[in-house]
């Protein structure tokens, strides 16, 4: 979608705060935060209105952009989050196996320390699966990318910090 885009547009993809190469800071991983994080991108850059595009969990982070800064955003498209959080009552526990292998990690990710316990030194075999599961074959080189990020030291608290701040959020 982004060289689509880019043709007629500038284009700025974002890593959000704690994911890729951003900052991994302990907290402000609610998306009234992450919303922020992105006006004072826009700041930096020199934009004072802007239209926004977001998908997963780019999603709740452009919705909250939109409401909590209405007078910056022109535009938003949002695409593709299983919910969203607030907006339909919550799945239930127990969910037929397909829509349970896209949906576990969403409290997984939400529980305090145990998930770095159990996905340090395995970030292949997690986010590997992830990958594989959420839709469309990645490249290997791709899927190789991105576990050698969240394979390096303080990451992983960072990539958790989305859902962990769910309470917020909502």
């Given at each position: 979608?982004?060289p689509?885009l880019?043709r007629?547009?500038?284009?700025i993809?974002?890593d959000?705060?704690?994911i890729?190469?951003?900052d991994?800071?302990a907290?402000g ?9 992105l006006?004072a991108l826009?700041?930096?850059l020199?934009?004072?209105?802007f239209?926004v595009a977001g998908h997963?969990t780019?999603?709740a982070?452009s ?6 800064h209405?007078?910056r955003v022109?535009?938003?498209a949002l695409a ?5 959080p607030g907006a339909?009552?919550s799945?239930?526990?127990f969910?037929?196996a397909?829509l349970?292998?896209?949906l ?5 990710n ?6 770095e316990?159990?996905?340090?030194g395995?970030?292949?075999?997690f986010?590997g699966?992830e ?5 469309g074959?990645?490249?290997?080189e791709v899927?190789?990318y991105?576990v050698?990020?969240?394979?390096e ?5 960072g990539s ?11």
């Amino acid at each position: 979608l982004m060289p689509a885009l880019a043709r007629d547009f500038e284009v700025i993809a974002v890593d959000q705060r704690g994911i890729g190469l951003s900052d991994k800071p302990a907290d402000g991983y609610d998306t009234g935060t992450l919303a922020a994080d992105l006006v004072a991108l826009m700041d930096a850059l020199g934009h004072e209105r802007f239209a926004v595009a977001g998908h997963d969990t780019g999603f709740a982070i452009s919705y909250a952009l939109a409401a909590d800064h209405p007078d910056r955003v022109d535009r938003v498209a949002l695409a593709e989050i299983p919910g969203p959080p607030g907006a339909a009552p919550s799945p239930p526990l127990f969910v037929p196996a397909p829509l349970n292998d896209r949906l576990w990690h969403l409290a997984f990710n939400r529980v305090e320390n145990l998930p770095e316990q159990l996905v340090a030194g395995r970030e292949d075999v997690f986010f590997g699966y992830e990958f594989a599961i959420q839709g469309g074959k990645l490249p290997d080189e791709v899927v190789d990318y991105y576990v050698r990020i969240l394979s390096e030291p303080g990451v992983l608290p960072g990539s958790f910090g989305f859902y962990r701040s769910l309470d917020t959020t909502l």
